[in-house]
């Protein structure tokens, strides 16, 4: 397939490199003046969890990238990997220059689709969920690479849905079709938006288990928006990610930790998927005050997501 992906960040060179490997043309819009930055491609080091390829990869990724949409285009798909808050900028770009290829979002989603709606028809584009992640360091990509969790509105099999699951599945990646995407994906923004302030205070993932306190207020918190989920009419016990932080089992609590902090300390793949937890603070920001807004406006208390009001304030400030 003909595609196009926005970006060549993390997310979008791990799965533009793998669909690439699998023969399909692959091209990155990128900002005007980055192009002469991929001209030796993109070197690539890899933990590769897909079923049937080598563990560790290391590679050279001959990037194919464009500053500017030809008229005469003829992409079959866009994949945006974007931050959540820039998506509808993006999609007000990219929609009048490519009208007829299908739209693959990825990326978070908190405050549903109304506005995306209104520049995209529900049959033109779904949401994924990528299971990749990774950091640059020193002109390498040190990433992972596993799976992809993708879903149409409605859960309507639309020709997009059908094609993207061909495309990735194409490429070994293990395709996972969620029946409600959009709850998936809240679900996904509650613990991540739940947890960060926990991680901002620690200043890693990792060093949040080195404080008691601080693990019972990561649990505390994710909980607290996990009520927002429930108010907003999703059904928590269908996603087994909840159960640490919904069971009132003392015994499964110490369980679920010890074994979170055994994969923190010792997963390669989970230390490479956090590389980046706390790279952009405006994204941290964003998740924060959507969901201690949307708990305000819907009488939920949520006494220990606001207790790290300050710290999040000042997340990004320089001191003086």
Known sequence: MNVLIVGA??????????????????THLVRSGRSGQFRNGIAIDMMDRRKGHKKWCNDIYHITVIETIPSNNDFEIVIIPVRHYALEDTLKQLVPAIPNAGYILLTQNWKGISEIDSILPHDKYIFGDAKAGGSFHENKLIGT??????????????????????????????????NNILHYLWVQYAINGGGWPAVVQ???????????QLVQSLLLSIRECIGILKARGVETGKYSEIKLYITDSPLKKIFYMFMMKLLINHSKYIQRNSAHALADPKEIKTFYYDLIGTGSSLGIDMPVMNSF?????????KPA
């Open 309 to 317: 009001k300050d710290i999040i304030e000042n997340l990004g400030t």
């Open 9 to 26: 960040g993390v997310i979008g060179s791990i799965y533009g490199w793998a669909l690439s490997k699998a023969g399909h043309t692959i």
């Open 202 to 212: 620690a200043g890693s993932l990792k060093s949040v288990f080195k404080s008691p």
């Open 145 to 178: 690479i596993y799976a992809i969790d993708i879903g149409s509105i409605d859960n309507v099999e639309t020709e997009i849905l059908k094609k993207a699951q061909t495309l990735f599945m194409s490429s070994d990646l293990k395709t996972t079709i969620q």
